[in-house]
């Protein structure tokens, strides 16, 4: 009986590249350039193939389709940057390692959506996901509820950069920066607070400061830390 092929990239053994021709590991990075300037949906095995000025089929010689090929290049983006030094401060680890998380996703905006759905499986994904784990049971021996923690940071995480993104989003497509669509809209905004059904509105538009980023961001992980910690000293 003839065994089934590996349901993964990551069970199968990589051919060697030919002579002067390109290997998965060039590849790779000719995708995530690609995804990185015009969008994950741009790549495509001929594409890439294209750009490295390979064939296509010398390209499936290596990987079998284009979903093979994301799960590498999540590899890849997550395999960037050295895991942050444990100091076995739960809080000063979990912290860590949403910094680095919210770094990779910035850097890459179409990762964010890769990573939500189900878990990468290739090396680089499993040393930070077991960097990220030991950070969290710090906090709790009860690997149920480190999970659980975790996962609440990550999506913290996620939204925050999504958040983020939508604003670079908005620019690109409106061609006008934050400053410029605020006085753009300056003068309906002005109508309606002076209407003075939205008080609350108002004291946000004309006495709340315009928060960096990324201070923006670190409040609000100390708040889910804050959290984690109250729900789970009980």
Do not use: K
Request: overall charge negative; hydrophobic content about 45%; glycine content about 6%.
């Amino acid at each position: 009986m003839t065994e089934p092929a590996p349901s993964t990239v990551w069970a199968r053994t990589r051919p060697e590249p030919r002579r002067r021709a390109p290997g998965v590991d060039q590849y790779v990075a000719a995708a995530l350039a690609l995804a990185d300037a015009e969008g994950l949906a741009a790549v495509s095995m001929r594409r890439v193939a294209s750009d490295l000025g390979s064939g296509t089929a010398t390209l499936y010689r290596y990987i079998t389709n284009r979903d093979e090929l994301v799960d590498l290049m999540v590899d890849a983006a997550q395999g960037e940057d050295p895991l942050p030094e444990p100091t076995r401060d739960w809080r000063a680890d979990l912290a860590a390692v949403a910094h680095a998380l919210r770094a990779t996703l910035l850097r890459h905006p179409w990762l964010a959506g890769e990573l939500a759905g189900r878990p990468s499986l290739g090396p680089n994904s499993l040393r930070r996901s077991e960097s990220a784990l030991r950070a969290a049971v710090a906090l709790t021996p009860d690997i149920t509820l480190a999970s659980q923690a975790l996962s609440a940071v990550h999506a913290y995480v996620l939204g925050s950069v999504a958040t983020q993104q939508a604003a670079r989003l908005a620019e690109q497509r409106t061609g006008l920066t934050e400053e410029q669509w605020q006085r753009s809209v300056g003068p309906y905004i002005n109508e309606v607070l002076a209407a003075g059904e939205h008080p609350m509105l108002a004291r946000r538009v004309l006495e709340a400061e315009e928060v960096d980023p990324d201070v923006e961001f670190a409040f609000g992980l100390d708040c889910v830390l804050d959290g984690l910690a109250a729900r789970l000293s009980r």
